[in-house]
């Protein structure tokens, strides 16, 4: 039997508020891991863009892991792998999209702290003993002498799952006289695009009775419930990794309408009654919402995410750490380097 594995993962994308915050994926990943036997002790601490704050963790990390209580150290984000370097145990770091993309600021253009931000995650990404990815199209924001695994943050199937509708929008209290238009995202988030969301709603309303819906400071499975209550998702990021909702909205079997962002065409590839729009001009998402609304109905998308069940992701990323960990029971054949999970 292969010993256990110990592992410290450390974020600094954390909300401190009690609904959980933009990081319960990696609460969920980080649950998902226990039960599968693996020790993870959670480290989220702010980094805020403040030097200060990443030397207190970085003297944290040092303590905890000169302790001896670890195998390994799993950043999340890019700039969370510099709180284990130099490295006393192997390192990999998990990167999800602005951290090797850059940071968008309000005039839709790359601010100079999301330059600095890729610097230190590719240099971050030279020194891990693996890296790891939610997208594909992210690779190309590696060093070329850095190879990666394709991981997208999986899916809880037991939460996001299919209910009626009318249960749903009565249990939050919601109007069944209107289509109502589901946005997950900080509406302050400028990358997130919710004023040109607000702009397409506004242009769908002329013809069809429409409401947008924000999905935003609330526990996850409100933002579930909201996914069956709703007619559609409506993704108008101008930047993203792997957009969790999307995934999450497939398994509600809740039609989707984006723009080409991420890996969103993978994901709503084949499945009918989900629009991908060819631009991101209002008036090309407003008529995609148009026709998706007009249709009316769920579609066939759960059967699309099956393989991104949180359970068997969490098996691929366990053998990922054994890959790394040459005392540990026979590496797996899916742990080998550029492991591709789509």
Partial sequence: ????????????????????????????QAEFLRREGVEVDLFPFRGSRHPGNYLAAWKEVRSRVRSGSYDLVHAQFGQSGLTALPKRVPLIVTFRGDDLEGIIG?????????????????TVARRADAAIVVSEHMKQY???????????????????RPESQEAARRRLDLPGDQRLVLF?????????RYGLAKEVVAIVNRAIPTRLVV?????????AALMNACDALLCTSMQEGSPNAVKEALACNLPVVSVLVGDVALRLHGIAGCELCSDDR??????????VLQRGGRIDGRSAVKHLDERLLTQQLVDVYRSILPATAAVPACASAGLVIS
Wanted: hydrophobic share 50%; glycine share 10%.
């Fill in 142 to 160: 590696l060093p070329r002498s850095v190879s990666a695994h394709v991981m997208p943050s999986g899916i809880d199937l037991d939460l996001f």
């Fill in 282 to 291: 209002v008036e090309t998402i407003a008529a995609a919402l148009g026709r």
């Fill in 215 to 223: 999905g935003w400071e609330l526990p996850h499975d409100k933002i």
């Fill in 1 to 28: 039997m292969a010993p256990r594995i110990r592992v410290l993962m450390v974020t600094s994308d954390w909300l401190w508020n009690s609904w959980g915050g933009p990081a319960v994926f990696i609460a969920r």
């Fill in 184 to 192: 997950v995202g900080n509406p302050g988030l400028a990358r997130k």
């Fill in 106 to 122: 309000e005039n839709g253009r790359y601010i100079p702290a999301g330059w600095l931000l890729r610097f230190i995650s590719r």
